[in-house]
Nanobody
Framework: QVRLMERGGGSVQAGGSLRLSCATTGIAFKFASMAWYRQAPGNQREWVANITSSGATDYTDSVKGRFTISRDNAWSTVFLQMSSLRPEDTARYYC?????????WGQGTQVTVSP
């Protein structure tokens, strides 16, 4: 059974940092590209970052230089290190992967950044 389980959200002040993790089961993790998305109330879900199986990364412009996506294949886990957080980063963050012709999502973790 494919499961993605996010952790690490919380409430921080602007300028602070958080590290999100997403543990996976049911997929051959080392072969999977992984992504982080976020959704703020009233907004559509937006792509934040992704990392390929070979470790290549890409980011949406608004988080470049502040967020870092990484992976640990031994633990089948993907991370999102978030620094210099801004109030506009407030959202529910989801990890996602495409596996066996389907897109899988975790339940998300809430990140709230206060001014």
């Amino acid at each position: 059974q494919v499961r993605l389980m996010e952790r690490g959200g919380g409430s921080v002040q602007a300028g602070g940092s958080l590290r999100l993790s997403c543990a996976t089961t049911g997929i051959a993790f080392k072969f999977a590209s992984m992504a982080w998305y976020r959704q703020a109330p009233g907004n559509q879900r937006e792509w934040v970052a992704n990392i390929t199986s070979s470790g290549a990364t890409d980011y949406t412009d608004s988080v470049k230089g502040r967020f870092t996506i990484s992976r640990d294949n031994a633990w089948s886990t993907v991370f999102l290190q978030m620094s210099s957080l801004r109030p506009e980063d407030t959202a529910r963050y989801y990890c996602s992967t495409n596996w066996r012709q389907r897109t899988w999502w975790g339940q998300g973790t809430q990140v709230t950044v206060s001014p």
